[in-house]
């Protein structure tokens, strides 16, 4: 395709319209030299310029300096020439003119005329219009779909006449043309579209995916189709409107909730749903309520997505209704307490009882509450009182046809169950790979008492349910199992690196001498996993027999001598290990030059030091990342030299063991290298990582320079390393990131900015938290915070819960602060909105100590019943010696029914 300036020609008059130049792309294109134009009235090289109006445009510029556009869709062209390439439909090149005026000064001179050739995209237009009427389907989904996507102007006509095509796929590409372009024309279309295109329902979805897509406010009209005669009319409004999740549309919508057509209230409860319109949460019951399966069901669905706790009670009556018991369970999950606990239990005893159902809803129960309180186990313990043993076998009878999600779930709940059969099955689904980390848990709870159990499962034929019950074993720590476990080290590498760690979790020294045999091992992960168990153990006669194995004649012995003997700083055999750092084999030198960095020994610098010139560069790159754990200041002139050495690995390892030093010498050497950009990434990285140890203005200002280029480790470490630097000139640049468009970088200058702390950190991500389009970003944002600390730090925490996207990450952000800022995240309880109000109450809740409950009994006389309730809540499984009176009049006084309720359960014993 041919560039804008090979489409593009410029020439210019003066005020008597001779033309004064003419450049190459007239010359080419029009077949007249310049010298033969330069000189000629424009009116002699187009003669009929007066009579196609043209002459009248041009004189309007010269006489009143306006600027003048002819459209080629009425004027075509203003010099005539051939198309350039010829085209299927027209004759003449077919221009886009803009006429300027020329000016000196105050003095219109001339005029300056701009020739665009447009012939291709006007052929590109009639030809997509010949394409969108082809019988052929996919002729018409390639020209809606290269309508939608490419820079076509005034596509939008040709969009919305596709909206009506009888094929979803070209629907499909109109829809997403007609959002990208969101003009007031295709909006205004859309909204006439259904009023009058009602009964043609593939105009009506797609004009409904199209609005609800759009920026554009359209909810006026849209109301007003609420009141519309047309009842499908006011169905299609009360979908856009919820499609569009503009809380704007809740009153209106709850007026349409008493509307004469079924189907209308229908799609209403809906559109408040996706709302998620707490005033709604009354009416919405009423419909639940009065059992109608058709309005009930959605109800119930729209009140879960709205989320108002204090709908559970009503709704829990509705479990006995064989239609709406299904939805009714789904719901208590998301908004029930520990009072919905036994009914749903209850319901697992009856013969039909929608178990997957209702076990999820238990599950999502136990979440919730794990991960607001940290009290998951309280839902645990009510469903083992309440279950009754029909309902403990339902369960058990749901195991064989359960798979995946439905299968975990079983595992969960009957984990929080007792009795032989329990634990007997939950053994068994050991050989389920969708559940089996979910029975190892189940099964680790239930202690020594399964360990019979999980002892016959060593002999299974499946080799990963046999590294399952080593696993649970293991958590078990049951010495019984030592003798069994003992026995597999002689089995496969993987069962044997899990028995060494399950060994290793018992601590029982009957596995000394079966560890001490694995040292030699071929296979080094199961040589490092007897060697981690050994360290575990912690045997008495350790030290001798780690003496004789750092001369044992099998060099992978020694290297795992070395590294034991390192671990320990054992007195006797300290020569040993500096004679190692020169064994003949590379793999022991390299641990013994590991290994000795860590003990207080004058011959540990001058050995590492020498090894940064063994011949073996994987030598070398040992000595250089030990140094980094050597004190003093003789060894900087030998990392200095390290980073010219031939290897990666020594360069990588020698720039970091300067940073873990912060050597303020090594500056200039580290600012050449992180800047070098022949040096490979890793390198740079680590000395960008470097730089940040050091800190000071000079790092910032190399480091902001870094965050430019495009390579990803280079940014990324320089975002990590200001997150290091203390001088203000580091925030900036930190600031400036965490508006970057790009995702990633956003998210590394979020973690580097709760690194860093300062003032004006915390409004920054505050503001990152509130605005960001990734959900994860947001997130990220709000645990930043958490990490801050500060009382600006919460005081932006409870600014973002007003917002329902954040609420739940702001309380366990709150909630995991500490003790030392309860009294600053009390500050929420004054809060102006009852849901920041709310959450902060959960958030103390959580906290679990005397001081946050204390504040707690100060909102049972909040004027909002729901922030009572929760504070109602949050005392009764806390329990507080100062709240019982005032519990006791909330129980007989209050005007709330729920808090009422809630209050009356706490009080009882």
Same mark, same amino acid.
């Given at each position: 395709?041919?560039?804008?300036? *090979?489409?593009?020609g410029?020439?210019?008059t003066?005020?008597?319209?001779?033309?004064?130049?003419?450049?190459?792309?007239?010359?080419?294109v029009?077949?007249?030299?310049?010298?033969?134009?330069?000189?000629?009235?424009?009116?002699g090289?187009?003669? *009929?310029?007066?009579?196609?109006?043209?002459?009248?445009?041009?004189?309007?510029?010269?006489?009143?300096?306006?600027?003048?556009v002819?459209?080629?869709?009425?004027?075509?062209?203003?010099i005539?020439?051939?198309?350039?390439?010829?085209?299927?439909?027209?004759?003449?090149?077919?221009?886009?003119?803009?006429?300027a005026?020329l000016?000196?000064g105050?003095?219109i001179?001339?005029?300056?005329?701009t020739?665009?050739?447009?012939t291709?995209?006007?052929e590109?237009?009639?030809?997509?219009?010949?394409?969108?009427?082809?019988?052929?389907?996919?002729?018409?989904?390639?020209a809606?779909?290269?309508?939608a996507?490419?820079?076509?102007?005034?596509?939008?006509?040709a969009?919305?006449e596709?909206?009506?095509?009888?094929?979803?796929?070209?629907?499909?590409?109109?829809?997403?043309?007609?959002?990208?372009?969101?003009?007031?024309?295709?909006?205004?279309?859309?909204?006439?579209?259904?009023?009058?295109?009602?009964?043609?329902?593939?105009?009506l979805?797609?004009?409904?995916?199209?609005?609800?897509?759009?920026?554009?406010?359209?909810?006026?009209?849209?109301?007003?189709?609420?009141?519309?005669?047309?009842?499908?009319?006011?169905?299609?409004?009360?979908?856009?409107?919820?499609?569009?999740?503009?809380r704007?549309?809740?009153?209106?919508?709850?007026?349409?909730?008493? &509307?004469?057509?079924?189907?209308?209230?229908?799609?209403v409860?809906?559109a408040?749903?996706?709302?998620?319109?707490?005033?709604?949460?009354?009416?919405l019951?009423?419909?639940?309520?009065?059992?109608?399966?058709?309005?009930?069901?959605?109800?119930l669905?729209?009140?879960?997505?709205?989320?108002?706790?204090?709908?559970?009670?009503?709704?829990?009556?509705?479990?006995? &209704?064989?239609?709406?018991?299904?939805a009714?369970?789904e719901?208590?999950?998301?908004?029930?307490?520990?009072?919905?606990?036994?009914?749903l239990?209850?319901l697992?005893s009856?013969p039909?009882?929608?178990t997957?159902?209702?076990?999820?809803?238990?599950?999502?129960?136990y979440?919730?509450?794990?991960?607001?309180?940290?009290?998951?186990?309280?839902?645990a313990?009510?469903?083992?009182?309440?279950?009754?043993?029909?309902?403990?076998?339902?369960?058990?009878?749901?195991l064989p046809?359960?798979?995946g999600?439905?299968l975990?779930?079983?595992?969960?709940?009957?984990?929080?169950?007792?009795?032989?059969?329990?634990?007997?099955a939950?053994?068994?689904?050991?050989?389920?790979?969708?559940?089996?980390?979910?029975?190892?848990?189940?099964?680790?709870?239930?202690?020594?008492?399964?360990?019979h159990?999980?002892?016959?499962q060593?002999?299974?034929? &499946?080799?990963?349910?046999r590294?399952a019950?080593v696993?649970a074993?293991?958590?078990i720590?049951d010495?019984q199992a030592?003798?069994?476990?003992?026995d597999l080290?002689?089995?496969?590498?993987?069962?044997?690196?899990?028995?060494?760690?399950?060994?290793a979790?018992?601590?029982d020294r009957?596995?000394?001498?079966?560890?001490l045999?694995?040292l030699?091992?071929?296979?080094?992960?199961?040589?490092?996993?007897?060697?981690?168990?050994?360290?575990?153990?912690?045997?008495? *006669?350790?030290?001798?027999?780690?003496a004789?194995?750092?001369?044992?004649?099998?060099?992978?012995?020694?290297?795992?001598?070395?590294?034991?003997?390192?671990?320990?700083?054992?007195?006797?055999?300290l020569d040993?290990?500096?004679?190692?750092?020169?064994?003949? &084999?590379?793999?022991v030198?390299?641990?013994?030059?590991?290994?000795?960095?860590?003990?207080?020994?004058?011959?540990?610098a001058?050995?590492?030091?020498?090894?940064?010139?063994?011949?073996?560069?994987?030598?070398?790159?040992?000595?250089?990342r030990?140094?980094?754990?050597?004190?003093?200041?003789?060894?900087?002139?030998?990392?200095?030299?390290?980073?010219?050495?031939?290897d990666?690995?020594?360069?990588?390892?020698?720039?970091?063991?300067l940073?873990?030093?912060?050597?303020?010498?090594?500056?200039?050497?580290?600012?050449?290298l992180?800047?070098?950009?022949?040096?490979?990434?890793?390198?740079?990285?680590s000395?960008?990582?470097?730089?940040?140890?050091?800190g000071?203005?000079?790092?910032?200002?190399?480091?902001?320079?870094?965050?430019?280029?495009?390579?990803k480790?280079?940014?990324?470490?320089?975002l990590?390393a200001?997150?290091?630097?203390?001088?203000?000139?580091?925030?900036?640049?930190?600031?400036?990131?965490?508006?970057s468009?790009?995702?990633?970088r956003r998210?590394?200058?979020?973690q580097?900015?709760?690194?860093r702390?300062?003032?004006g950190?915390?409004?920054a991500?505050?503001?990152?938290?509130?605005?960001d389009?990734e959900?994860?970003?947001?997130?990220?944002?709000i645990?930043?915070?958490?990490?801050?600390?500060?009382?600006?730090?919460?005081?932006?925490?409870?600014?973002?819960a007003?917002?329902?996207?954040?609420?739940?990450?702001?309380?366990?952000?709150?909630?995991?602060?500490?003790?030392?800022?309860?009294e600053?995240?009390?500050?929420?309880?004054?809060?102006?909105?009852?849901?920041?109000?709310?959450?902060t109450v959960?958030?103390?809740?959580?906290?679990?100590?005397?001081k946050?409950?204390?504040?707690?009994?100060?909102?049972?006389?909040?004027? *909002?019943?729901?922030?009572?309730?929760?504070?109602?809540l949050?005392?009764?499984?806390?329990?507080?010696?100062?709240?019982?009176?005032?519990?006791?009049?909330?129980a007989?006084?209050?005007?709330?029914?729920?808090?009422?309720?809630?209050?009356?359960?706490?009080?009882?014993?």
């Amino acid at each position: 395709m041919s560039s804008q300036e *090979d489409r593009i020609g410029i020439l210019t008059t003066d005020s008597e319209l001779i033309v004064r130049s003419w450049d190459p792309w007239l010359e080419r294109v029009t077949g007249i030299p310049a010298a033969e134009a330069q000189g000629q009235p424009l009116t002699g090289l187009v003669p *009929d310029l007066e009579q196609r109006g043209l002459l009248a445009r041009l004189e309007r510029v010269l006489r009143e300096g306006v600027v003048e556009v002819l459209a080629p869709t009425f004027h075509h062209y203003l010099i005539p020439c051939p198309p350039q390439p010829p085209s299927r439909y027209f004759d003449r090149m077919q221009q886009r003119v803009t006429l300027a005026p020329l000016r000196e000064g105050e003095n219109i001179v001339g005029t300056l005329v701009t020739i665009e050739d447009v012939t291709g995209r006007l052929e590109q237009e009639r030809e997509l219009a010949e394409q969108l009427a082809s019988p052929d389907e996919a002729t018409r989904v390639q020209a809606a779909r290269r309508l939608a996507e490419e820079e076509v102007e005034d596509a939008e006509p040709a969009l919305l006449e596709a909206l009506a095509d009888k094929s979803w796929r070209v629907r499909s590409q109109a829809v997403n043309g007609l959002v990208r372009r969101g003009g007031d024309r295709a909006v205004a279309a859309l909204l006439r579209a259904l009023r009058e295109e009602r009964h043609d329902l593939s105009v009506l979805n797609s004009a409904i995916q199209v609005l609800a897509m759009s920026n554009l406010d359209v909810m006026t009209p849209l109301i007003e189709f609420l009141r519309a005669p047309e009842a499908d009319l006011r169905i299609y409004a009360a979908l856009t409107l919820g499609e569009r999740r503009d809380r704007r549309a809740a009153p209106a919508l709850l007026n349409a909730l008493a &509307d004469p057509d079924v189907n209308v209230r229908y799609h209403v409860i809906e559109a408040l749903g996706r709302l998620r319109a707490a005033e709604a949460v009354d009416a919405l019951l009423e419909i639940a309520e009065g059992r109608d399966f058709f309005l009930a069901f959605p109800a119930l669905d729209a009140l879960t997505q709205i989320g108002d706790p204090r709908a559970a009670p009503r709704i829990v009556p509705l479990l006995t &209704d064989p239609l709406l018991r299904t939805a009714a369970a789904e719901a208590l999950g998301q908004l029930g307490d520990e009072q919905a606990v036994a009914p749903l239990a209850q319901l697992l005893s009856q013969p039909d009882a929608p178990t997957a159902i209702i076990v999820q809803a238990l599950v999502t129960l136990y979440d919730r509450y794990e991960a607001r309180y940290e009290e998951g186990r309280y839902i645990a313990d009510l469903t083992r009182r309440a279950l009754q043993p029909v309902g403990v076998q339902n369960l058990l009878d749901a195991l064989p046809a359960a798979h995946g999600d439905e299968l975990r779930n079983l595992a969960r709940v009957l984990g929080w169950l007792e009795g032989e059969a329990v634990e007997r099955a939950l053994t068994h689904l050991l050989g389920r790979p969708d559940a089996r980390a979910e029975v190892v848990q189940a099964l680790v709870r239930f202690g020594r008492r399964v360990t019979h159990l999980l002892l016959a499962q060593l002999a299974a034929d &499946d080799r990963e349910t046999r590294q399952a019950a080593v696993m649970a074993l293991g958590r078990i720590g049951d010495p019984q199992a030592v003798p069994a476990l003992i026995d597999l080290l002689s089995g496969s590498s993987e069962l044997m690196v899990a028995t060494a760690g399950a060994l290793a979790r018992i601590g029982d020294r009957r596995a000394f001498e079966p560890l001490l045999a694995l040292l030699g091992h071929p296979e080094a992960a199961v040589r490092q996993a007897a060697i981690s168990a050994l360290n575990s153990i912690g045997h008495p *006669d350790m030290a001798a027999h780690i003496a004789q194995r750092l001369k044992d004649p099998n060099p992978w012995v020694r290297e795992s001598a070395v590294q034991i003997a390192g671990y320990f700083g054992y007195a006797n055999c300290l020569d040993q290990l500096f004679a190692a750092c020169h064994d003949e &084999d590379e793999t022991v030198r390299r641990a013994a030059l590991g290994s000795i960095a860590h003990l207080d020994d004058p011959r540990v610098a001058p050995t590492l030091q020498k090894a940064l010139h063994d011949d073996r560069p994987r030598v070398r790159a040992v000595a250089a990342r030990s140094l980094g754990l050597v004190e003093g200041r003789e060894i900087l002139s030998s990392l200095l030299g390290a980073l010219q050495d031939p290897d990666l690995w020594v360069r990588y390892y020698a720039a970091r063991s300067l940073g873990q030093h912060a050597f303020p010498e090594a500056l200039d050497a580290l600012v050449r290298l992180a800047l070098d950009g022949e040096e490979v990434p890793m390198v740079r990285a680590s000395a960008v990582w470097a730089l940040g140890q050091i800190g000071g203005s000079r790092v910032a200002g190399t480091l902001a320079a870094l965050l430019e280029t495009t390579e990803k480790d280079i940014w990324q470490s320089a975002l990590e390393a200001l997150g290091q630097v203390g001088h203000p000139d580091a925030l900036p640049p930190l600031l400036a990131a965490a508006r970057s468009p790009d995702a990633e970088r956003r998210l590394g200058a979020i973690q580097a900015l709760a690194q860093r702390g300062g003032e004006g950190v915390a409004g920054a991500l505050q503001w990152v938290a509130a605005t960001d389009t990734e959900a994860a970003v947001s997130q990220a944002a709000i645990e930043a915070l958490a990490r801050l600390g500060t009382p600006e730090a919460v005081a932006a925490l409870l600014s973002l819960a007003v917002d329902p996207r954040h609420r739940e990450g702001c309380m366990a952000a709150l909630a995991g602060m500490g003790v030392d800022t309860i009294e600053e995240v009390g500050r929420g309880l004054s809060h102006l909105h009852p849901a920041v109000r709310r959450v902060t109450v959960s958030a103390l809740a959580r906290m679990k100590h005397p001081k946050a409950s204390a504040l707690l009994t100060t909102v049972l006389n909040d004027e *909002d019943a729901s922030v009572r309730l929760e504070a109602v809540l949050a005392l009764r499984r806390l329990g507080s010696r100062f709240a019982g009176p005032m519990l006791a009049r909330l129980a007989h006084t209050d005007p709330d029914p729920e808090v009422r309720r809630a209050a009356q359960t706490a009080l009882q014993p």
